[in-house]
């Protein structure tokens, strides 16, 4: 049987400004399902990228005194490279200037006009480029500044083709109750349904006075509103990330679609109408997860209170972010990025609870047993149990998406469930006697085993320390094995610390 497929998605971020740690954290989730996924043996796509048209990057562009083009080539290359430096594992990076985008958009808009939900007609409303987004005037705050950034809406008025959503009402409905996990978690389908229920405008989804963008292709003097364009991102790049091969039967529809709340809006009612009217299969589930406050306030660089994510990860290393922002901000909640609380996970939690276990446990292996694992002595009591039940957990945990308590809760249940194991056992003590040799083979097997299972776990979450543990015990496949896989006998080599006290 072939592998199952699993195509999982982050946003495309616009290409105004650089990338923060909040986009940081939308791609290192994503990253963690999807390298998880590769683990189980699933064929896996996963996919990132840029939004690159529409008035808000002109803009920055002309505040930035370069052509839209060359402001988002620049861009487009801090966004690919923060995603490297991230340890992101995508499998294409689409560019919604690429003119292999830009083709397939055009194709998608004659099938939804094809659909008879396309109109001529003409609009007037409050308009925030920050989002890109026309608000009721119900929604604003003091009646002028937009909801998600709070900076003064515009008034924009013009003749455009138009997409009939108000038709997609009691469709959109019947798909959230026939697929209850279609949005997760189950508050934000909720709200998602309010937003359906509340009724639908229809949406402008042309731009006349703007010319960076897609030209539509029956009425060239106007470009695909943005949102649109980006949009469909998910479903054009199948066809060109591999030149040659269309990965679209392969993939399509999406397994999880990873974003913030801020756009659940256009990703849990507009974008499901739009491929039903383009006839094409919605995607299994879209995951929304909370914000990375600072200051209290959403991480956002028009609210200015962006941390920049280079300078923690040149003097901590790329696994102390990717770890810390999985703990620490709850996936589905919002979480607080805070120097104070960095640090300190990283000296309690990296340093201690597992970088102490795994110099002690190397370093014990190599006193004792001249650096090699001692054979399954085959009673090693409740552990074997004890792990077997918390990686099922693991596995649920990732099923259900809940990233940060697989973390949270099983995999460092383990990781102190071991740390137990030296403190009971004192294989120092053990060792001392030869008449319990035995049983500090089987201590010392336990703790080799017992680490191997946590790095492979681990390995999504952090994918250098890990790799740099399983080779030091000698070990070095990363697919999901059960404990006790390995049977011991290999030998394990030394490591330098994994988690060093940072200058
Ligand atoms: N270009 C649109 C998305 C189009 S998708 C078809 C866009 N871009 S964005 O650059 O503003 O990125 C928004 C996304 O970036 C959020 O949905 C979220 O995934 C991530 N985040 C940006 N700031 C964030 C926080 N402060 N906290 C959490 N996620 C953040 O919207």
Redesign the pocket.
Known sequence: MPAPSFYVT?????V?ADP????A??TIMADILARHRRQRGDDVFFLTG??EHGAKIARSAEEAGRTPQAHADLLAARFRDLGSLLGASNDFFVRTTDPAHEGRVQQVLERLRASGDIYKGSYGGWYCTA??EFYPESELLDGRRDPVHAIPVEWVEEENWFFRLSAYRDRLLAHYDAHPEFVRPAHRANEARRMIEAGLEDLSISRSQITWGIPVPWDPEQVVY??VD??F??WTALGFARPGHDLTSRYWPPNVQ??????LR??GVI?PALLMAAGLELPRGLFV??????GGE???KTTGNVVDPFPFIERYGIDALRYYLARE?RFGE?GTFAEETFEARYERELANDLGNLVNRTVAMIERYRDGVVPADPGDDGELAGEVAAAVAGVRRRFDDLELTRAIDEDVWGLVRRLNRLVEERAPWTLAKDPARARELDQVLFSLAEGLRVVAVYLHPYMPESTAKLLAALNAPETAITEYGAHPGGQATEKLPPLFPKPE
């Open positions: 982050t946003p495309i971020y616009y105004n923060h740690i909040g986009h954290y939308t840029t939004d989002c890109e943005v949102w980006a949009l991102n998910y990873v974003m913030a709340k801020d756009i256009f990703h974008w997860h909370g914000y990375v406050l600072k959403r991480m956002s901000v919002d």
